[in-house]
């Protein structure tokens, strides 16, 4: 008596999502090809809905880098050998399922990443362009509001110069009589006691040199004072 091994049903499933998962029946027969389908609907159907679980096979493990049509992983059940093939450029960021466990239709199985894209030399010249670009314009905009807050500092220095001026024209006005009537003293007292300023006899003209001598650094000092 001769046995029969049942042909396997291939069929590849594609995905472009963030997630590779374990196909559902209906996801199974629209990606099926037309002349496998009544076969596969037929092997389906023979199977009880409880004991629909794919063996789960890798063939790229964590980290590699996935191109369109590369295969991540083969999935087993009752003669049924799924691909789940990769539509899109990426990297097999992690694996949710490990070698040979079986798992329910519809289970998540590994996290797809997007490919980094590499930075060519234009990219990067533009880059630095952009960044030293947007820092001079940067710098512009400090330079005018620092030339702004000089014209403001300089237009109060100029009016703290005019006060101080207006002040200090003002207390030199207030002090002119002062220093006329200063004047004056001084030429009436050095023409009082100065001992050359009269002819005199010697005891007169000592005793106005004794008050000069003693009197005028007083004068003096008050003068510079």
């Known amino acids: ?23 559902k029946p209906d996801r199974l ?9 009544g076969r596969l609907r037929r092997r389906l159907a ?25 295969v991540v992983a083969a999935l087993v059940l009752g003669g049924i050998v799924v691909e789940l093939v990769s539509l899109r450029h990426g990297t097999l960021a992690e694996l949710l399922a490990a070698e040979g466990d079986r798992v329910d239709p519809g289970t998540a199985l590994a996290k797809i990443a997007p490919r980094v894209k590499a930075v060519s030399q ?11 670009t ?3 314009i940067r710098d512009l905009q400090e330079i005018e509001g620092l030339r702004g807050q000089i014209g403001q500092l300089r237009g109060e220095i100029l009016s703290l110069r005019g ?6 024209l003002g207390a ?22 100065h001992p050359d300023a009269h002819a005199a006899d010697d005891r007169e003209r000592r005793r106005r040199e004794r008050v000069f001598q003693e009197f005028w650094p007083v004068v003096e000092r008050i003068e510079r004072s």
């Open 1 to 23: 008596m001769m046995f029969f091994r049942r042909a396997e049903i291939p069929v590849r499933c594609p995905f472009r999502s963030a997630v590779a998962a374990a196909p």
């Open 29 to 37: 027969l629209a990606v099926c090809a037309e002349s496998q389908r």
């Open 46 to 70: 023979r199977i009880a809905p409880e004991d629909r679980q794919w063996s789960v096979h890798w063939r790229k493990g964590s980290g590699d880098e996935l191109r369109p049509q590369d």
């Open 122 to 132: 234009t990219q990067k010249r533009d880059a630095l362009l952009a960044q030293f």
């Open 134 to 136: 947007a820092r001079h």
């Open 163 to 168: 006060r101080q001026n207006a002040e200090y």
């Open 172 to 193: 030199r006005l207030a002090q002119a009589p002062t220093d006329r009537k200063f004047r004056r003293l001084k030429q009436e007292f050095s023409k009082h006691f």
